[in-house]
């Protein structure tokens, strides 16, 4: 016998649904767990409802948005970002090369 996980569900505040979109949908009355695969790994994952009611209400995020990462998708990706804004950083503090109006385009 298997036993399915109830779903979770969250009510909608709907003073603050869609308070950042220009739309004529009604708000729902419930956010509930939802299941979607990573875009990047394939990974199923859970989108909890806890979490849509945060993004959607206290990020302001569009109603048309939603979860499409994993969170070590999202972490690595964050990861590069970081490491590249380090990078750009250090570069600015280099000296300039002393010819570098040669190498500037004419």
Not at 40 to 56: E, L, M, N
């Amino acid at each position: 016998m298997s036993r399915t996980k109830p779903k979770v569900r969250v009510e909608v505040d709907k003073d603050k649904w869609g308070m950042n979109d220009n739309t004529y949908s009604s708000p729902p009355d419930y956010y509930y767990d939802e299941e979607f695969e990573c875009a990047d790994c394939g990974k199923k994952q859970t989108w909890a409802a806890v979490d849509q009611k945060y993004w959607y209400e206290e990020l302001g995020k569009t109603i048309n948005s939603c979860a499409r990462y994993c969170s070590v998708c999202r972490a690595h990706t964050k990861a590069l970002k970081e490491e590249q804004k380090r990078h750009m950083e250090e570069m600015a503090m280099k000296p300039k090369h002393q010819n570098e109006n040669f190498f500037k385009n004419k």
